[in-house]
């Protein structure tokens, strides 16, 4: 049983000095380190100069105001936890909210919502606060499992298992860890929403994690577990740490007070980072292809995506587009026409990639160095989902520049609402082909 959403936050959110039932395994090491990240960079394809400049006003803001001096890996491990309970897209613990992780983020999100429309915005971020200020005051280590882990399930909440992108960056990135984890011999038990699983998720990780494959048991949402294990992770759970294990994450320069929480905060720390389960997930696929050698597919290609009834998104212009790109090496391709370890195999080797917004950048996750990876999107892509993807170009140290297009031919010169009306589709004018063009001469 949990509580309802807009339990006021002191009632509602676990906190580890008073509410117990979460056990190290061992050593827990400092919840994040500064890497060497990604090349995140962006351009302007449109020729509306209302886009143009508001595109780059936003742009300017986020470099000064959002942008870290360095990139960052957070720290996620394996902990073993008690009286868990998977509600929807949330976890609990001895029926009390669980911040950590995606679902963590989507936590903040939803009870702060609840809260604001049950008492009003200002009491809700004065709750939010105070739990938080107390949390961080009277912090304290998790104690240790002093057990061994032998037939214990590791569970994993799945938001979304029919999308690309919820799916490695929430679910199959654990296996990296589990991958690790000495002792392990029960179950990995994924709860998802729906039990229909599509076949892209079970293949790969028996291409990737072959040990693993058989483990896997998918059981539908809501669950509870007496004892289990999960991944724990340091990016949200930064506002339960010391201020000493926070001492210097978020520049002096963030206009964001280092005391602030929410899901502001959270979105910018995706921003600037990714998880350790993210290049563990990488550096294993990786080893998978180690020795084998993928010369007979492009180094540079743009990828394209079948449309689906209610979910089309493809540029209409699009052949034409990869007509003017063939003289330039390259060629079209669909993700899902390969198999797992080839899609890994494609991005190691890439020069560029050219794709649309959509779950397919996932796979910068394993794209090399060299990799120059362009994203097509609008105005609203860039402004609102950006650190979708910005944490795979961290860990995997590319390129990848954010190119911003235009909007449906339907709304002319009119920026349309930014929200309520899901992703819109890009627009690629003349000049905007043209432009492209001239960038990809440049590469």
Partial sequence: MVLPYDTPALDAYWMPSRDGGIHRLGPMPAPWEKVRGGTIK????????????????????????????????????????????????????????????????????????AAKKARGQAAAVKELNAFFTQARQQSTELPLWEDDIAGLDFVIEARNLKNYFHFVRETFSVFALIADLKGFTGRIIIVAKDRDVPAFVLAHIAAIFPELRDKVDIRQAPAT????????????????????????????????????????????????????????????????????????????????????????????????????????????????????????????DADIMISYHGAGFTNMLYAGTQARIIELGTLQTARLRMDDFTGFANASQSDYTVAVADFPDEFGDVVPPMRGAGIYPVRMSDAAVERLIALVKTL
């Fill in 42 to 113: 962006t351009t302007t394809l449109t020729d509306k100069q209302r886009i143009n400049r508001l595109w780059s006003r936003e742009w300017k803001a986020l470099k000064s105001d959002k942008q870290f001096t360095s990139a960052v890996e957070t720290d996620v491990r394996p902990v073993v936890i008690e009286n868990l309970t998977v509600s929807d897209t949330h976890l609990a613990v001895n029926g009390k909210w669980l911040v950590t992780g995606p679902s963590g983020a989507r936590l903040l999100g939803t009870t702060g919502r």
């Fill in 225 to 348: 577990f007496e004892r289990a294990i999960i991944a724990h992770y340091s990016d949200t759970s930064y506002f339960y740490q010391p201020e000493a294990k926070i001492e210097g994450l978020i520049p002096e320069n963030q206009p964001l007070a280092k005391d602030e929480v929410g899901t502001n905060l959270v979105k910018l720390i995706i921003l600037n980072s990714y998880s350790r389960s993210l290049r563990k997930l990488r550096e294993a696929a990786h080893k998978r292809i180690e020795d084998q050698w993928f010369d007979h597919l492009p180094e540079r290609f743009w990828v394209s995506r079948r449309s689906t009834p209610g979910h089309d998104r493809t540029i209409e212009n699009e052949d034409e587009i990869i007509a003017l790109l063939e003289p330039y090496g390259f060629k079209k391709i669909y993700f899902e026409d390969y198999a797992p370890l080839t899609q890994v195999g494609i991005m190691r």
